[in-house]
């Protein structure tokens, strides 16, 4: 039986399914990156405005984990499986390693800015790329209206 979305009666074809199911499994490496990395600048963060950006960081990894669990179940349940262990993440996030001991704000704030910015332009791609499975395409419209909220608020700590 060729499998359905829950989103609409007409079936995706099986090489599709497993097309969107391989891209959600990618979204979810990046979202496992994206949490541990903005974990390590919420901690290692230090500057004039450190409560503001340690707090910021932990709001990003926080909602990098909800989107990781959203987008691992939605491959389960349109039939895959997820890959979501921290092999599974290093071995295919395309995102640049996340510096290690960088302690200064500014730095620490382009690095996540940048990664957030380049995220948001892969799920611009994503969401265009999945007309055909609506339910699937409002999560990555989702993550990727937050994730430009989080880059606005970084970006708002870079002008003087
Ligand atoms: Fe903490």
């Not at 990664?115 to 007309?131: F, G, K, Q, V, Y």
Request: aromatic share 6%; proline share 4%; glycine share 4%.
């Amino acid at each position: 039986m060729t499998p359905r979305t829950q989103s609409q009666a007409t079936p995706i074809p099986q090489t599709r399914q497993a097309e969107i199911i391989a891209d959600l499994n990618w979204t979810l490496a990046h979202m496992i990156d994206i949490s541990t990395s903005a974990k390590q600048a919420h901690w290692n963060v230090h500057g004039p405005n450190f409560q503001g950006l340690h707090d910021l960081f932990d709001i990003i990894v926080d909602e990098a984990r909800q989107y990781s669990d959203d987008v691992a179940e939605r491959a389960v349940a349109i039939g895959g499986t997820a890959h979501g262990t921290i092999q599974d993440a290093t071995k295919n996030s395309t995102l640049d390693p996340f510096p290690t001991d960088e302690r200064n704000w500014q730095p620490l704030v382009k690095a996540m800015h940048g990664r957030l910015t380049a995220m948001s332009a892969r799920l611009h791609d994503l969401i265009h790329a999945t007309e055909d499975d609506l339910n699937t395409q409002d999560l990555y419209i989702s993550i990727q209206r937050t994730i430009d909220k989080r880059a606005w608020m970084l970006e708002a700590h870079l002008h003087e």
